[in-house]
Protein backbone atom coordinates (compact mmCIF):
# COMPACT_ATOMS: atom_id res chain seq x y z
CA UNK A 1 0.00 0.00 0.00
CA UNK A 2 1.46 3.24 -1.17
CA UNK A 3 1.44 6.33 1.60
CA UNK A 4 -0.87 9.13 1.06
CA UNK A 5 0.58 12.17 -0.95
CA UNK A 6 1.87 15.10 -0.02
CA UNK A 7 1.09 18.95 -1.50
CA UNK A 8 4.31 19.78 -3.24
CA UNK A 9 5.03 22.23 -1.25
CA UNK A 10 5.64 20.12 1.72
CA UNK A 11 7.85 17.47 -0.19
CA UNK A 12 11.81 17.64 1.17
CA UNK A 13 13.06 15.31 -1.48
CA UNK A 14 15.06 16.45 -4.79
CA UNK A 15 12.49 17.04 -7.30
CA UNK A 16 13.54 18.10 -10.52
CA UNK A 17 11.62 21.36 -12.19
CA UNK A 18 9.47 19.36 -14.42
CA UNK A 19 8.75 16.63 -11.85
CA UNK A 20 7.73 20.07 -9.71
CA UNK A 21 5.67 21.29 -12.29
CA UNK A 22 3.84 18.17 -13.21
CA UNK A 23 2.86 18.29 -9.64
CA UNK A 24 1.79 21.85 -9.70
CA UNK A 25 -0.45 20.74 -12.36
CA UNK A 26 -2.06 17.98 -10.97
CA UNK A 27 -2.79 19.86 -7.53
CA UNK A 28 -4.80 22.53 -9.90
CA UNK A 29 -6.28 19.71 -11.34
CA UNK A 30 -8.36 18.15 -8.56
CA UNK A 31 -9.36 21.67 -6.66
CA UNK A 32 -12.69 21.79 -6.94
CA UNK A 33 -15.25 24.70 -6.31
CA UNK A 34 -16.79 26.02 -2.91
CA UNK A 35 -20.17 27.20 -3.80
CA UNK A 36 -21.79 24.14 -2.72
CA UNK A 37 -20.41 24.53 1.08
CA UNK A 38 -21.20 28.07 1.17
CA UNK A 39 -25.62 26.63 1.53
CA UNK A 40 -25.85 25.10 4.69
CA UNK A 41 -27.19 21.77 4.57
CA UNK A 42 -30.59 21.12 5.25
CA UNK A 43 -29.89 17.71 6.28
CA UNK A 44 -28.20 18.86 9.86
CA UNK A 45 -29.11 17.49 12.50
CA UNK A 46 -30.23 20.82 14.54
CA UNK A 47 -29.90 24.04 15.02
CA UNK A 48 -26.60 24.09 16.81
CA UNK A 49 -25.51 21.83 14.41
CA UNK A 50 -26.17 24.29 11.57
CA UNK A 51 -24.74 27.08 13.57
CA UNK A 52 -21.39 25.55 14.11
CA UNK A 53 -21.55 24.55 9.90
CA UNK A 54 -21.67 28.33 9.54
CA UNK A 55 -18.92 29.46 12.37
CA UNK A 56 -16.35 27.06 10.65
CA UNK A 57 -17.04 27.31 6.62
CA UNK A 58 -16.03 31.07 7.23
CA UNK A 59 -12.45 30.15 9.20
CA UNK A 60 -12.55 27.39 6.63
CA UNK A 61 -13.19 29.38 3.54
CA UNK A 62 -10.66 32.24 4.45
CA UNK A 63 -7.53 29.75 4.19
CA UNK A 64 -8.98 28.12 1.06
CA UNK A 65 -8.84 24.40 2.08
CA UNK A 66 -12.04 23.14 1.49
CA UNK A 67 -14.09 22.45 -1.52
CA UNK A 68 -17.23 21.27 -2.73
CA UNK A 69 -16.17 17.59 -2.09
CA UNK A 70 -16.02 18.23 1.78
CA UNK A 71 -19.55 19.00 2.11
CA UNK A 72 -20.34 15.40 3.40
CA UNK A 73 -17.36 15.76 5.78
CA UNK A 74 -18.11 18.96 7.06
CA UNK A 75 -21.58 17.73 8.12
CA UNK A 76 -20.71 14.82 9.50
CA UNK A 77 -18.51 17.27 11.69
CA UNK A 78 -21.23 19.14 12.72
CA UNK A 79 -23.76 16.63 13.24
CA UNK A 80 -21.07 14.65 15.39
CA UNK A 81 -20.34 18.00 17.06
CA UNK A 82 -24.00 18.98 18.29
CA UNK A 83 -24.36 15.60 19.35
CA UNK A 84 -21.25 15.46 21.74
CA UNK A 85 -22.71 19.05 22.80
CA UNK A 86 -26.37 17.25 23.54
CA UNK A 87 -24.60 14.51 25.72
CA UNK A 88 -22.40 16.97 27.18
CA UNK A 89 -25.23 19.03 28.23
CA UNK A 90 -27.66 16.25 29.77
CA UNK A 91 -24.88 14.34 31.35
CA UNK A 92 -24.04 18.14 33.55
CA UNK A 93 -25.41 17.67 36.53
CA UNK A 94 -25.81 14.01 36.53
CA UNK A 95 -24.01 11.08 37.81
CA UNK A 96 -21.27 9.83 36.61
CA UNK A 97 -21.80 5.82 38.34
CA UNK A 98 -25.35 4.86 37.78
CA UNK A 99 -26.87 1.96 38.86
CA UNK A 100 -28.21 -0.69 36.89
CA UNK A 101 -29.76 -4.05 37.18
CA UNK A 102 -28.70 -7.47 35.91
CA UNK A 103 -30.42 -10.12 33.51
CA UNK A 104 -30.39 -12.27 36.85
CA UNK A 105 -32.12 -9.17 38.67
CA UNK A 106 -29.21 -8.19 40.83
CA UNK A 107 -28.28 -4.36 41.09
CA UNK A 108 -24.83 -3.22 40.19
CA UNK A 109 -22.84 0.11 39.31
CA UNK A 110 -21.89 1.07 35.95
CA UNK A 111 -21.00 3.49 34.00
CA UNK A 112 -23.20 6.29 32.66
CA UNK A 113 -24.05 4.95 29.12
CA UNK A 114 -24.06 8.77 28.73
CA UNK A 115 -20.32 8.90 28.93
CA UNK A 116 -19.75 6.80 25.85
CA UNK A 117 -22.00 9.01 23.81
CA UNK A 118 -19.99 11.65 24.64
CA UNK A 119 -16.32 9.44 24.06
CA UNK A 120 -18.14 8.11 20.71
CA UNK A 121 -19.06 11.61 19.34
CA UNK A 122 -15.78 13.36 20.49
CA UNK A 123 -14.19 10.71 18.63
CA UNK A 124 -15.94 11.22 15.21
CA UNK A 125 -15.55 15.29 15.59
CA UNK A 126 -11.72 14.42 15.57
CA UNK A 127 -11.82 11.98 12.25
CA UNK A 128 -14.09 14.81 10.55
CA UNK A 129 -11.94 17.74 11.63
CA UNK A 130 -8.85 16.09 10.65
CA UNK A 131 -10.67 15.09 7.25
CA UNK A 132 -11.41 19.00 6.71
CA UNK A 133 -8.39 20.45 7.74
CA UNK A 134 -9.50 21.51 11.29
CA UNK A 135 -6.46 20.24 12.97
CA UNK A 136 -3.86 22.85 14.38
CA UNK A 137 -1.07 20.21 12.03
CA UNK A 138 -3.46 20.50 8.98
CA UNK A 139 -3.76 24.43 9.13
CA UNK A 140 -0.13 24.68 9.96
CA UNK A 141 0.53 22.64 6.62
CA UNK A 142 -2.07 24.50 4.73
CA UNK A 143 -0.04 28.03 5.99
CA UNK A 144 3.39 26.81 4.87
CA UNK A 145 1.77 25.72 1.65
CA UNK A 146 0.52 29.52 1.23
CA UNK A 147 3.63 31.35 2.03
CA UNK A 148 5.95 28.88 -0.35
CA UNK A 149 3.31 29.60 -2.77
CA UNK A 150 3.27 33.54 -2.34
CA UNK A 151 7.64 33.45 -2.13
CA UNK A 152 7.37 31.38 -5.57
CA UNK A 153 4.92 34.34 -7.33
CA UNK A 154 7.44 36.43 -5.91
CA UNK A 155 10.81 35.25 -7.03
CA UNK A 156 8.93 34.48 -10.38
CA UNK A 157 8.33 38.32 -10.69
CA UNK A 158 11.65 39.62 -9.21
CA UNK A 159 14.20 36.88 -9.50
CA UNK A 160 16.19 35.65 -6.90
CA UNK A 161 17.25 38.58 -4.94
Request: aromatic share 6%; glycine share 6%.
Amino acid sequence: MSRNRKPIEQQIGNLTKEDKERKRLEEQVVKTGSEDIGKTPSWLIDATAKREYRRILKDLKRIEIVGNLDLSNLAGYCNAYAMYRKATQQLSGADFIVEKVSAQGVPYEAENPLIGIQKKYADEMRKFASLCGMTIDSRLKAATMKVDKIEDEIEDEFGDI
